[in-house]
């Protein structure tokens, strides 16, 4: 790119904010009651979550997988491309995260912290609940309409996070391959959000900030495992 | 003694082209077809074909996806276009879904034939390029594109043989390349002395002035039509000025509103065929063809007129 340094972010914003939000208006009624569905699921990880084994931590991984492969296809591939070329890639990656989460996390295993063992778990605990309840209230919160809330498992922020809270949760060194496409959507959405004047644009970049800054501060190994 | 006029060579299909436009605008345009006829036209220095000072872009404003509401809206916009005089609409296959919501919208208005369609190849290497102008035109349903510009001068050494070429063999009428919002000026002077261009489409409007220096005289000096775009900075224009109460001599120019006025300038520069702003709005693209009517500024007023811009 010929004069990078002239070109702003908006300079790649390719759709208005009204479009970008109506985006998941649609997308919700088409899947109804999906979303249920997928609340469910999250709750049944939370519970998992909070004393979890082996078949646990599997169970976990291969849910997330699932939810990474679901919005990648759904979301991105499907509808975020028509109004974003390279949701394209968006796709790519986030199917490329759910086969990691199956090849690190289900063939081999997460060794996740349990609940209530310290800081690192009540802030991986902490982001999940943030990311199953309270993430998709902060849409209305800023004023845009309930038919446009975003749900884990359906939509990429939500799924993000409560990622990220899982890998806050999880032990050992193959984690780290776990974090790089999550951390790049954090920049990617919170980018997006702030060349749309978004509120909320501060949410993924600092829920990223927050995961990794507990990561790189936690001990080597889990305790209470 | 009387003057003689020259008058632009046309051919036939220029002539039958021309005759069909406005028999389509007759049809369509009912009781705005005077308002129609009075829309101020310039002509393409390569051709004489003469083309609405005002058109239609579609960056952003257009790219609605699959949202059939959306598309619905954009079409009553595109009609609305027509309506009021306008030809040229402008897109890219950047721009998301733009081109097939443009499509959508023409088949839904019985293909106007009044339509000057403007896209742009944005691919590399240049040998996608013919594969790429294929699907837009698919996206467009159009036998062919009046206009094809190089978008941002990507790949330019490749895509301009290629599009000369379409234009030789009367698959496309003319041929151009765009830049935006100042960049690689240089180059874009360099190609317009070598190359044998129809358009140049640059960014200019009241505060963005570059190319008065060099560009727009070029242009003339070469015999190239000038498309602008961002007329309105991407809306940051209208925003800055929209609070300010319209200064007292708008009047004089023919001015009922900031958009008039920043278009009016922008179209009142000898060397500019014709601005391309972007709008979802079916009150502003009327109120942007507006601005294609007389009076237009003379010299002094286009200086006072960027004077009280700038200090806003």
Redesign the interface.
């Known amino acids: 790119m010929?004069?990078w340094w002239?070109y702003r972010l908006?300079?790649f914003?390719?759709?208005?904010p009204r479009?970008y939000y109506?985006?998941f208006e649609?997308y919700n009624s088409e899947i109804w009651p999906g979303q249920v569905l997928a609340l469910l699921v999250g709750l049944a990880m939370l519970a998992l979550a909070r004393n979890p084994g082996p078949w646990q931590s599997r169970v976990i991984a291969a849910a997330l997988a699932a939810s990474w492969l679901w919005v990648a296809w759904a979301f991105h591939y499907t509808?975020y491309a028509?109004?974003?070329?390279a949701a394209i890639y968006f796709a790519g990656a986030f199917a490329l995260e759910a086969l990691l989460l199956l090849g690190f996390g289900v063939v081999k295993e997460l060794q996740l912290r349990r609940a209530g063992a310290g800081l690192l778990s009540a802030v991986g605990i902490g982001l999940f609940v943030f990311a199953l309840v309270l993430h998709p209230l902060i849409g209305p919160l800023v004023g845009r309409s309930w038919s446009q809330i975003e749900i884990f498992a359906i939509a990429p922020d939500p799924t993000v996070i409560a990622t990220l809270g899982v890998l806050v949760l999880a032990s050992g060194s193959s984690t780290w391959l776990l974090l790089p496409i999550p951390i790049l959507w954090c920049l990617v959405s919170g980018a997006t959000a702030w060349t749309m004047h978004s509120a909320d644009a501060a949410v993924m970049p600092v829920a990223a900030a927050v995961a990794l800054a507990v990561r790189i501060g936690r001990p080597s190994k889990p305790d209470g495992y | 003694m009387k003057t003689v006029v020259p008058i632009p060579s046309v051919n036939r299909r220029q002539l039958l082209h021309t005759l069909a436009a406005a028999g389509a605008a007759a049809v369509s345009a009912g009781t705005h077809l005077a308002r129609a006829d009075s829309v101020l036209t310039r002509p393409i220095p390569s051709s004489g074909e003469r083309l609405p000072a005002v058109g239609l872009g579609s960056w952003i404003t257009f790219n609605v996806g699959y949202d059939e509401v959306a598309r619905a809206a954009c079409a009553e916009v595109i009609g609305n276009f027509f309506d009021a005089g306008g030809r040229l609409i402008d897109s890219s296959p950047m721009y998301g879904s733009s081109q097939a919501v443009i499509g959508g919208a023409l088949k839904r208005l019985g293909k106007p034939a009044a339509l000057f369609s403007a896209d742009k190849v944005w691919t590399s290497p240049g040998s996608r390029g013919p594969a790429q102008i294929e699907t837009s035109r698919l996206h467009w349903d159009v036998p062919r594109f009046d206009l094809l510009q190089v978008h941002n001068l990507l790949a330019w050494q490749e895509h301009l043989p290629t599009l000369n070429a379409m234009k030789a063999k009367g698959q496309l009428r003319y041929v151009g390349i765009t830049t935006s919002e100042g960049r690689r000026h240089r180059e874009v002077e360099e190609i317009m002395r070598k190359e044998p261009l129809d358009f140049v489409q640059v960014t200019y409007n009241v505060i963005d002035r570059d190319v008065e220096a060099r560009i727009l005289p070029l242009a003339r000096e070469r015999g190239i039509a000038v498309i602008v775009n961002r007329p309105f900075q991407q809306g940051a224009l209208i925003e800055r000025v929209a609070r300010r109460p319209l200064p007292p001599w708008a009047g004089e120019i023919g001015c009922t509103s900031w958009a008039q006025l920043l278009l009016k300038f922008i179209i009142s520069h000898p060397a500019v065929t014709c601005a391309i702003p972007a709008t979802t709005s079916v009150a502003h693209v009327r109120e942007n063809m507006e601005a294609a009517r007389e009076p237009l500024p003379h010299e002094a007023m286009r200086r006072r007129m960027a004077v009280h811009v700038a200090a806003l």
């Open positions: 010929s004069e002239t908006s300079n914003l390719l759709f208005s479009t109506r985006l649609l509808r028509s109004i974003n070329w």
